[in-house]
């Protein structure tokens, strides 16, 4: 575990560790791949794959399959349920991460092992480092760190499963490195009850507020929530403020205990200052306004996240939005090197140092669609064990051979049992630092509308709901969050949209004009491809419906995923909704619903 030690030495040299780092981006997959096999040949999983002994770099690359997390579940199962043997790693495994599994369906658990976190667990300090070169005085002030965890899953075989956030608030990386400059006192983040967690972060930001220098969440998501959570709870900040009394249903001893050494006494000029603030009734820049020293908002606002980028600025007031990094459970990507790019600008610049890379082509057309991979599909060797399980091995690039422009979905080879793995990511080469390929992240490949021939992809929604939205924006309204379901309910069958939409001066509901709506519906429908508005036009699809929901629907999604057990920081807003629950909860919302006109617009 990380000392404090490690960590200042990660601060005094972090540029040039990302210049080395980036530098032999080659040198470094090649030894990575050889360190993973060197160590793993010989278990259950790899040992097939290697009939002759010789586990290369070559007949890696020909014999081991690509796989799915489907593929390899029941591996992973026998070691949750205790099996020893190095069934897909030799090292032993020290616990589980689980996936968000919000938009995936159910959470994976991913092995992890004391190696594979050792190589990812500076990478948020490396961004720290590189957003310090575009922001003076970071050092003079503390994060209001946002950051919730839920319980710890057992298994069988006594190892523990939790989200990567969860389990690294606990690291001492996490206490000597980011947790020392939070307002958050560490008790208040390992609060189980997340509503006492968040009253307190919230409530410890308020009190610090002249020392904050940034906001910092992991996603967006969880940001635009806090916000919500601010103006639910504002009045009864003051009266904790005012009076010096923290509120009687946190009961959380580690809260209380920690927020007593914050909420010292009354202060009733901080409650008035924050009144004056917070009853304005339009919340444009709020957070530039309840902390006036902030230099930038930081969280993902990539990829699902986007849809929360027009309510952050709002919220911010021109503070910048900066992106730190892409991650998953499995292992961590790369960072942003432009902390300074514009919100649909942000790549990441992959190190090489956390696994082995290597990418799948998929097509892009421009409009998205048949992104799929044309799959040379070879039956698996009998040997391999792993059932219809396609082979693409001649087709997967090597991160040092991916070519600009190019879109790819990432596979990955970690230190902690996974090989040949799809994410499920697409992303788009957009440039090189040094010999490290940047990417711009595009999609989850698994995020698709469909209704017969048609896919309509997270991207192309994005890029649709982008366009439509502007016709709003000259009547003061905005689009806060949305998602999408195919209805196959009636034939032919409709995409539907979810919008939730307020008024830029107040959290006030729109009047809806039903032109203009219906213009909105067009302007999705003009946005998307050739193959939907041939099905359109052909009949083999409805026309698109647009059902608009009240202020807060989302946040009751968002709350229906937690309570099935999802993590608030892991939390992406599902852009296509499978399941009914989720469905109804939006239709409860409903105030008012919208179609395309008969034609195709
Ligand atoms: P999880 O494993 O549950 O933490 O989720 C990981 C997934 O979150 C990734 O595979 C991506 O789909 C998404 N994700 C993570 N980082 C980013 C990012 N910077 N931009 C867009 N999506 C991201």
Request: glycine residues 6%; aromatic residues 10%.
């Amino acid at each position: 575990m990380a000392g404090e030690s490690e960590i200042k030495e990660i601060y005094e040299n972090g540029l040039k560790i990302l210049e080395d780092l980036t530098n032999n981006a080659d040198e470094l997959q090649e030894q990575m791949l050889e360190e993973i096999l060197t160590r793993n040949a010989g278990t259950e999983y790899l040992s097939r794959f290697f009939p002759n002994g010789q586990a290369d770099k070559q007949s890696f690359k020909t014999n081991v399959p690509i796989v799915t997390y489907e593929d390899i579940k029941p591996y992973i199962d026998r070691i949750a349920n205790g099996e020893t043997s190095s069934i897909l790693v030799a090292d032993p495994i020290t616990r589980f991460i689980q996936s968000s599994g919000t938009s995936g369906g159910q959470p994976k658990l991913i092995p992890m092992t004391a190696e594979s976190f050792e190589k990812r667990k500076y990478h948020n300090l490396l961004f720290d480092i590189v957003v310090k070169k575009c922001f003076s005085g970071l050092d003079e002030g503390k994060s209001l760190l946002l950051l919730f965890i839920k319980p710890e899953m057992g298994t069988p075989s006594g190892l523990v499963a939790s989200p990567y956030t969860a389990f690294f608030s606990k690291t001492n990386t996490f206490k000597n490195g980011l947790a020392k400059f939070s307002t958050s006192p560490i008790d208040t983040i390992l609060c189980l009850e997340n509503k006492q967690s968040m009253y307190c972060q919230l409530l410890s930001g308020l009190l610090q507020r002249d020392k904050i220098i940034r906001i910092s969440s992991s996603f967006a998501s969880v940001l635009a929530r806090s916000i919500k959570f601010l103006e639910d709870y504002w009045k009864e900040f003051l009266s904790n403020i005012r009076t010096g009394y923290l509120s009687d249903w946190i009961t959380d001893p580690g809260c209380r205990n920690a927020m007593s050494s914050i909420l010292t006494g009354p202060n009733p000029e901080l409650a008035d200052l924050i009144q004056q603030i917070c009853q304005d009734i339009s919340w444009e820049g709020i957070i530039k306004k309840l902390w006036p020293k902030i230099k930038y908002i930081h969280c993902i606002i990539t990829g699902s996240m986007s849809q929360y980028v027009s309510l952050l600025e709002f919220y911010g007031g021109g503070i910048p939005l900066v992106s730190p990094s892409y991650n998953s459970s499995e292992c961590s990507f790369g960072i942003n090197l432009n902390p300074l790019s514009k919100p649909f600008d942000v790549s990441y610049t992959f190190l090489p140092h956390t696994a082995y890379f290597e990418f799948l082509p998929v097509n892009n057309d421009g409009g998205g669609k048949s992104r799929e991979f044309e799959l040379h599909v070879a039956s698996a060797t009998e040997s391999s064990g792993i059932k219809n399980e396609t082979m693409a091995v001649n087709e997967l690039v090597d991160l040092m051979n991916v070519k600009l422009g190019q879109y790819y979905e990432v596979v990955v080879t970690t230190l902690a049992g996974l090989y040949r793995y799809r994410v499920g990511d697409v992303l788009k080469v957009t440039g090189f630092y040094n010999k490290s390929p940047q990417f711009q992240f595009v999609e989850q490949k698994n995020v698709v509308l469909s209704i017969g021939a048609d896919k309509t992809t997270e991207e192309d929604l994005s890029k649709a709901i982008t366009n439509a939205k502007l016709i709003l924006e000259p009547f003061g309204i905005m689009l806060t969050a949305y998602s999408s379901y195919s209805d196959t309910s009636s034939t032919p069958g409709r995409y539907v949209l979810f919008w939730e939409l307020k008024m830029r001066g107040s959290n006030d509901l729109p009047k809806l004009d039903a032109k203009i709506m219906e213009q909105c519906c067009c302007m999705v429908e003009e946005s998307f491809d050739f193959t939907y508005k041939s099905n359109r036009k052909g009949g083999a699809i409805s026309a698109l419906e647009l059902r608009v929901v009240k202020h807060g629907s989302f946040h009751e999604l968002m709350d229906f995923y937690i309570s099935k057990g999802a993590s608030i920081s892991q939390y992406k807003p599902p852009c296509c909704l499978k399941s009914e629950e989720a469905i109804k909860i939006l239709n409860s919302g409903m105030v008012g619903k919208f179609f395309s006109p008969k034609t195709v617009c």
